[in-house]
């Protein structure tokens, strides 16, 4: 298995499968992972007033990323490119949120 250490020393855990990434493009994007999490966290925990769905948000923004990884490096803006992809994740977690909120009030 694939491993990425985050900023509190949790792992998250990839699929098998994407082992197969060169390990220039791992560094590339353990780069990016070690320099943005915090603020992307923030981010996403003051837009979902929550810290476990942030989390997760960003866990998920980075297997994106691993499975993207060509179009991330490719990109004329990486960061922008993950930034984004934690909007939309972000967004789909608020959807959620709001599905159930209606069965609960």
Known sequence: ????????????????????????KLNFLE????????????????????????????QNTFKIALEKIDDVINSPKPVGWIKNTLKNEIRQKYREQKKWQKYIT
């Open 31 to 58: 780069k990016i992972y070690m320099e943005e999490v915090p603020n992307m966290l923030r981010y996403a925990e003051i837009l979902l007033s929550s810290y476990p769905l942030a989390e997760d948000a960003v």
């Open 1 to 24: 298995l694939l491993a990425v250490r985050d900023i509190n020393h949790k792992y998250i855990v990839v699929e098998r499968r994407l082992c197969m990434i060169d390990q220039d």
